[in-house]
């Protein structure tokens, strides 16, 4: 691969140096004047790119640049399939699709990958704008050596997830929203003993959670912490320090009393084993009580069983303080993703390939990534995209639909939140506003790229660490083994694992990145 990129990289320095291209009134979005097809290899785990995709023949009509896919879904597996791909040494002109950041930030000093700092500075003013307005993401797409290797899928909004309660269950036995842990812990349990789903079985269960690591989170409630990110079992960051939860005593704490209210009942007994159908399974029956989940679709369930659960409302609260008075949500959406699509060394074409990136920073590139087509998919009201009714309505849901068109697909482009909000009921806006209207959101950690003596620590021992932990973890909650006797033991495993190593290489990273 070394021969190859040496080889290019006269024609990619004569084409840095290109003049941008300027584009006619009659064709804004142009990034040539005659048609450029490249190949792209773009895998987004339940798809690869499609040629067929309307939304790529409109980007293809409106900017010349016609992609060819050459991914295969011989894996549903992106990182596998990348690591297939950079073994081959035979990159496409673009490679694109989930979990670019580490992969691009890993290969790109050595050649791989085009850097596209000046590139963006000279010929991407839509994308060099918003970095500029985004310091803090620019940063943390940065490689170890300064450069930016990837343009970055930027999701939109603030929240994700919230808590979710039973308030025809509360009214049945004359409960209010529980506002602490101590009210959260009684309620749960008067779901647990005085049957509020009216059957005459002792078949409800208080709490459950789709994800189990939804339940390891209720840590925060005794201050703990089990991510900074959007991502489970992450690092988090406080005041430009960096830490990880599983190492910390308020987490012993937290752990401490969900092992208590598992031993109790007050969390769903299979809540390790009945995996993601456990929201589907539990609501529909009528024995589901509290949860944290997604705004969208848990809001979903008070439209899609008012008629099997009669008076069923579903609706969110506002984060129960914890011990230390505090009210906190853990999980926001993140602000920038790992997704993305990078510049390989054998595009012989990559002024106008940034060019093609910086479309979709554009207000029309924005709408044909989110919305569609206009006049197929939405039209515009009052100058904004909005889904036609057969959109909104249909069979299939909306994110699907867009999906299926190669709308919504993460490539590297910025999100609307506004194409969330109109496929979401009343109920999910009205929790959305009500977390709006609190502090509760903590800071958020953006990642770090590591340096290959870094990496090189981080690889020797995290994944060890971590599986460790997380296995403590649940042995711990379903009572197999005592926090309180093990906590001292389990401190020193970890740091004999290379923890202490670990924290060091992620905050010398951090430092560079973002101080």
Same mark, same amino acid.
């Given at each position: ?7 290019? =990289? ?313 011990? =230390? ?98 496929? =979401? ?50 042995a711990w909650i379903l009572g197999s083994r005592d926090i309180e006797a093990d906590w001292d033991s389990y401190q020193k495993s970890i740091e004999r694992m290379g923890y202490s190593k670990v924290i060091d290489v992620m905050q010398s990273a951090y430092d560079r990145a973002y101080k």
């Amino acid at each position: 691969m070394n021969v190859k990129i040496t080889a290019l =990289s006269t024609v990619i320095a004569a084409t840095l140096a290109a003049p941008t291209f300027a584009a006619s009134p009659d064709g804004a979005y142009k990034v040539a004047d005659k048609p450029i097809k490249l190949d792209i290899h773009l895998h987004q785990k339940k798809f690869v790119y499609s040629n067929d995709w309307p939304v790529e023949k409109e980007a293809a009509r409106l900017t010349n640049m016609h992609l060819n896919n050459v991914a295969s879904m011989a894996t549903t597996k992106s990182e596998e399939a990348f690591n297939l791909l950079i073994a081959s040494g035979e990159l496409p002109a673009i490679v694109g699709g989930s979990s670019m950041k580490n992969n691009v930030n890993t290969y790109g000093p050595e050649g791989a990958f085009v850097p596209l700092n000046k590139l963006i500075e000279e010929h991407a003013p839509n994308i060099k704008a918003f970095f500029d307005a985004n310091p803090d993401i620019a940063s943390s797409i940065k490689a170890a050596d300064g450069n930016i290797y990837y343009i970055p899928y930027l999701p939109d909004g603030k929240y994700g997830r919230g808590y979710f309660i039973r308030y025809d269950w509360l009214n049945k036995l004359g409960l209010k929203a529980p506002q602490n842990v101590d009210e959260m812990y009684e309620v749960l349990k008067a779901f647990r003993d005085q049957d509020p789903n009216g059957n005459g079985k002792k078949d409800e269960v208080p709490f459950f959670a789709r994800h189990w690591q939804e339940m390891v989170r209720l840590v925060t409630l005794w201050d703990g912490r089990t991510s900074g990110s959007d991502s489970f079992h992450d690092f988090h960051v406080v005041e430009g320090e960096i830490r990880h939860g599983y190492a910390r005593n308020e987490y012993k704490e937290g752990i401490k009393n969900l092992a208590k209210w598992y031993k109790e009942g007050l969390i769903d007994a299979e809540v390790f084993t009945r995996g993601s159908r456990s929201r589907d399974y539990l609501l529909s029956n009528d024995t589901g009580g509290m949860t944290h989940d997604w705004f969208a679709s848990t809001s979903g369930y008070n439209d899609k069983l008012k008629d099997k659960v009669p008076g069923f409302e579903f609706k969110a609260m506002i984060p129960p303080a914890g011990i =230390s008075g505090k009210r906190v949500e853990e999980h926001r959406r993140a602000k920038v993703k790992p997704d993305g699509w990078a510049i390989s060394y054998t595009n012989e074409y990559p002024v106008e390939t940034i060019k093609y990136f910086d479309f979709w920073f554009t207000q029309e590139g924005k709408r044909l990534a989110n919305f569609g087509i206009e006049g197929q998919h939405y039209e515009l009201v009052d100058g904004k995209a909005q889904f036609k009714k057969e959109i909104l309505e249909g069979d299939t849901p909306v994110n699907a639909q867009m999906w299926a068109i190669g709308a919504q697909v993460q490539r590297g482009f910025p999100m609307d939140y506004q194409n969330e909000v109109q496929w =979401s009921n009343k109920y999910a806006l009205e929790g959305i506003e009500l977390y709006d209207q609190g502090d509760y959101l903590l800071e958020p950690f953006m990642g770090v790229s590591l340096n290959a003596k870094e990496k090189e620590v981080f690889d020797k021992h995290w994944v060890t660490i971590r599986d460790y932990m997380v296995e403590m973890q649940q042995a711990w909650i379903l009572g197999s083994r005592d926090i309180e006797a093990d906590w001292d033991s389990y401190q020193k495993s970890i740091e004999r694992m290379g923890y202490s190593k670990v924290i060091d290489v992620m905050q010398s990273a951090y430092d560079r990145a973002y101080k």
